[in-house]
């Protein structure tokens, strides 16, 4: 997801590494910080594979700074990985949102309603934290008072996000 980020931020506008880095940041917050370990070398194989271009320009100080962009291969990457996501970016909550922020830049409103429609269908599936013979644990059959709670937790984030869902398909077919 973080060279989705890269992508997505880059293909709204040229940036340095430092607002980058704030940006995907701001993206994913605590749940998933970034770090210049993981940010830098992500940027290096962009520019090798020609997705990202960088140079230098003179900085506010006496230090000079790379600024990126993105190359045309690298906004036909985004939209590729955009119309056509792995499934754990479909399944996982925060790799999802990750694909919300940028699905606005794949032109095709039919591409983006698929999209929509495969996460649809993974919560229409009956899940759970917990399992008991191997059916989900519903949160009034859960054994203590803090499993109950992670689990209307997820029962309403999932209706509000189900019903979001219902709104945002409609709209783009519309």
Same mark, same amino acid.
């Given at each position: 997801m973080? /060279?989705?980020?890269?992508?997505? =931020?880059?293909?709204?506008?040229?940036? @340095?590494?430092?607002?980058?880095k704030?940006?995907?940041?701001?993206?994913?917050? @605590?749940i998933?910080?970034?770090?210049?370990?993981?940010l830098?070398?992500?940027?290096?194989? !962009?520019?090798k594979?020609? #997705?990202?271009?960088?140079?230098?320009?003179?900085?506010?100080?006496?230090?000079?700074?790379?600024?990126?962009? *993105?190359?045309?291969?690298?906004?036909?990457?985004? *939209?590729?990985? !955009?119309?056509?996501?792995?499934?754990?970016? &479909?399944?996982?909550?925060?790799?999802?949102?990750?694909? #919300?922020?940028?699905?606005?830049? !794949?032109?095709?409103?039919a591409?983006?309603?698929?999209?929509?429609?495969?996460?649809?269908? =993974? #919560?229409?599936?009956?899940?759970? =934290?917990?399992?008991?013979?191997?059916?989900?644990?519903?949160?009034?059959?859960?054994?203590? !008072?803090?499993?109950?709670?992670?689990?209307? &937790?997820?029962?309403?984030?999932?209706?509000?996000?189900?019903?979001?869902?219902?709104?945002?398909?409609?709209? *783009? /077919?519309s």
């Amino acid at each position: 997801m973080l /060279e989705l980020s890269i992508l997505g =931020f880059l293909y709204e506008e040229p940036l @340095h590494g430092y607002e980058l880095k704030a940006r995907i940041h701001a993206l994913n917050g @605590h749940i998933r910080p970034v770090s210049d370990g993981a940010l830098y070398p992500a940027i290096t194989r !962009l520019v090798k594979a020609d #997705l990202i271009d960088q140079r230098t320009e003179p900085g506010s100080g006496a230090a000079h700074r790379r600024v990126l962009s *993105l190359t045309e291969a690298g906004r036909a990457e985004l *939209l590729a990985r !955009l119309g056509n996501p792995k499934d754990g970016d &479909i399944t996982d909550g925060q790799r999802f949102f990750t694909l #919300l922020a940028f699905l606005r830049h !794949l032109p095709d409103r039919a591409a983006q309603a698929a999209v929509l429609r495969r996460r649809q269908a =993974f #919560l229409a599936t009956p899940s759970s =934290f917990f399992y008991r013979d191997g059916e989900p644990v519903r949160a009034e059959e859960a054994p203590d !008072l803090f499993r109950q709670g992670m689990l209307r &937790i997820a029962r309403a984030t999932g209706a509000e996000e189900r019903k979001w869902l219902d709104e945002a398909i409609g709209s *783009l /077919e519309s």
